[in-house]
């Protein structure tokens, strides 16, 4: 599985995840800022997203293969490993099952399972043939009856692209993901203690990461740490982008 990245600064590196539906795109600025301090930044298409390759298995087992597999091809040695939601749990799986890296920061997600919650998203993105719109707006007009949030609608639609031969296309894998929904918002199980250090970061609008979600985590990560980030919700790096920053700046040189 080939996984397209993207690449800015520096130094110590750090390997980026997002969150579903989303594409290494959604944590450039963050990034870019990150890199100027110092570090090289690698931030990665998770697959069935971006423009890394499409597969019909879909888990946190065979993403965090992928991730291995990616820190192999480039060199990559301790890298710290910072993941976004699906993201995240993807780098907990990892931290549970694989050994390469220094330390790890967990954006706004647990452990625990989740309720899914992503059906009317699922069922406004199936409700879009790429094929037969023409134009973004009467696909966002398909959208609107599903997503309410224009926020949300605009961040999802980025997925819709142009090809070269016309028309539109999707960037995510939408009947895989439709059809795995139920694994982005599984558990991952905690059976190891890791040493490495940990930060938890929650926005403190979000509801994704509860004081005995930590606890949980405190068990087999004792040198995790939690850090809520005011006036931020789910998505921290977008809400409190310079408060992200700096709390991810002030982790990673404390490593």
């Known amino acids: 599985m080939k996984l397209h990245f993207r690449k800015t600064g520096s130094g110590t590196p750090l390997v980026v995840l997002h969150g579903v539906f989303g594409s290494s795109d959604n944590l450039f600025t963050v990034c870019r800022a990150i890199g100027e301090a110092g570090y090289e930044v690698y931030m990665l298409d998770a697959r069935n997203h971006g423009q890394s390759e499409w597969d019909d298995h879909f888990s946190y087992a065979v993403m965090a293969a992928d991730l291995d597999d990616f820190l192999k091809e480039q060199g990559l040695v301790k ?71 224009a926020g949300e609608r605009q961040f999802l639609l980025k997925n819709l692209y142009r090809p070269e031969e016309g028309g539109f296309a999707w960037r995510i894998n939408v009947p895989v ?3 795995n929904a139920g694994e982005v918002v599984a558990a991952i199980e905690l059976e190891t203690r890791v040493e490495e250090p940990l930060l938890l970061m929650r926005g403190s609008d979000s509801k994704y990461v509860r004081d005995e979600d930590f606890a949980d985590l405190e068990v087999y990560y004792p040198q995790a740490r939690l850090v809520s980030v005011s006036g931020a919700n ?4 977008a809400t409190q982008p310079q408060a992200f920053v700096e709390e991810t700046l002030r982790f990673l040189k404390s490593i």
């Open 79 to 149: 890298p710290v490993l910072l993941g976004h939601s699906m993201g995240g749990k993807t780098v907990l799986y990892y931290s549970q099952h694989y050994s390469n890296f220094s330390g790890l920061i967990l954006v706004d997600i647990a452990a625990r399972g989740y309720k899914r919650h992503h059906e009317h998203i699922i069922a406004g993105l199936q409700a879009i043939d790429p094929k037969a719109i023409g134009s973004r707006k009467e696909a966002e007009e398909i959208f609107s009856q599903y997503v309410s949030d």
């Open 177 to 179: 993901l439709a059809e």
């Open 234 to 237: 789910h998505w921290v790096h």
